[in-house]
């Protein structure tokens, strides 16, 4: 048996993204190291990991830096994924997800230091654009962060920008852009949208859209992202290090878009899905009205070429959805 190429940590391992990347390098034949405290992430994602030869869980939170150590033995690179996502989340309890996405990215970004790992790539996030109103969203323009999530993604960048000029260790942030796909929650009050309509199709109750549906978002489907994260993991490019890249397929899509195409495939399986009403609420507080990336740095210094659209992803979504969840 061929011995792995690389040795590679993902926090967050367990969950939605994590463990899309976790097959992904496995079946690349990468040795994976998952660290997962299971608070938001699930033992069933990677339930059929743990008999692989080149797969460790380790059980622990970033927010110990024992745990971080022990992840970042040996190992050549870290895709730090783990975070409390949800502006709302933020908004109700903003010393938890300070403690989780600002102290405990700090932790692994300082044992991985110690370690001397080869690069660290992070999950930045789409927040950082705040208020600013320029589209599209183009690296280096942000404006003031919304809600207390948007500011802890920040900060992950500011530290991982100083880790890099002090420290000499390689860093890469990437500002994913409305993440979706197979393995993604619909549980939860902080589920993201498309599994949250989805589950809300699927048992022919009532969507409710915050505002009037016209926000726009740059829906991401996981297969680009692993495909980012691979990139940020292997280029060479030295002017593809210590900056951060936006993550997305580059097109928009409105909230009224997205539930007409959601009801569409969904009724494909279940006619009556067709005739679910849509209800409208109140915007949500910290919201981004409009999101868009520019995707014209990843292409340039990491030869990004995103292979799923929203449509295309959407319907491998559903289909996964359907198969896995009716």
């Known amino acids: 048996m061929q011995s792995p190429k690389f040795k590679i940590l993902i926090t967050g391992g367990a969950g939605f993204i994590g463990s899309n ?29 743990l008999n692989n030869i080149n797969y460790t869980l380790i059980e622990g939170d970033i927010r110990d830096f024992s745990d971080c150590q022990k992840a970042v033995k040996g190992v050549d690179y870290v895709l730090h994924q783990a975070a409390l996502g949800s502006v709302p989340r933020s908004i109700i309890d903003p010393i938890t997800t300070n403690d989780v996405n600002v102290s405990g990215f700090l932790n692994v970004l300082s044992a991985a230091k110690q370690a001397n790992v080869k690069r ?79 589950m809300q199709f699927m048992k022919h109750e009532s969507p409710i859209i915050n505002g009037d549906g016209n926000y726009s978002r740059d829906f991401t489907y996981i297969d680009n992202v692993i495909q980012m994260n691979e ?39 279940d006619p009556k899905i067709a005739e679910v009403e849509i209800v409208y609420g109140p915007n949500r507080v910290g919201d981004i ?23 295309e992803g959407l319907k491998e979504s559903v289909k996964w959805y359907w198969e896995n969840l009716k």
């Open 120 to 198: 660290f790539i992070f999950a930045a996030s789409s927040s950082t654009y705040g208020d600013s109103e320029s589209l599209p969203k183009i690296e280096e323009i942000i404006g003031k962060p919304l809600s207390p999530y948007a500011i802890t993604k920040y900060v992950n960048e500011l530290y991982a920008d100083i880790f890099s000029k002090t420290y000499g260790i390689e860093t890469i942030g990437l500002r994913y852009f409305n993440v979706f796909g197979r393995k993604q929650d619909p549980e939860g009050a902080y589920a993201a949208v498309i599994p949250k309509f989805v």
């Open 231 to 269: 990139l940020a993991m292997l280029t060479q490019d030295s002017r593809a290090i210590n900056t951060v890249f936006n993550t997305a397929f580059g097109d928009r899509t409105t909230l009224n878009d997205l539930i007409k195409k959601l009801q569409f495939e969904l009724s494909q399986f």
């Open 21 to 49: 990347l976790s097959e992904y390098f496995l079946d690349k034949g990468h040795e994976v190291i998952c660290l997962d405290n299971f608070a938001t992430g699930h033992r069933y994602n990677i339930e059929h990991l």
């Open 289 to 311: 009205p409009h999101s868009l990336a520019s995707i014209d740095k990843a292409k340039k210094f990491l030869g990004y070429d995103p292979k799923f659209s929203m449509q």
